[in-house]
């Protein structure tokens, strides 16, 4: 799953609040332009990455995710 941290209606970290400690959740990456990466990780996302991103970031991030699995 990949979500922004700073959007309309339920936010990045209310996401993240929702699905902490779920079975079945998918890993999570975070984007966003004014958050850290060590807060982000903190809260259990499996990668950050800083707004913007291009294409190519997001397919590398998806696949170093599922080559950890």
Do not use: C
Request: glycine share 10%; no cysteine.
């Amino acid at each position: 799953m990949i979500t922004g941290l700073n959007m309309p209606g339920p936010n990045g970290w209310k996401i993240l609040e929702r699905l902490h400690g779920r079975p079945g959740i998918p890993p999570i990456v975070m984007a966003s332009g004014y958050a850290d990466e060590e807060t982000t990780l903190e809260w259990g996302t499996a990668a950050f990455r800083h707004k913007p991103l291009s294409q190519a970031e997001i397919v590398q991030t998806v696949n170093r995710l599922l080559d950890r699995e």
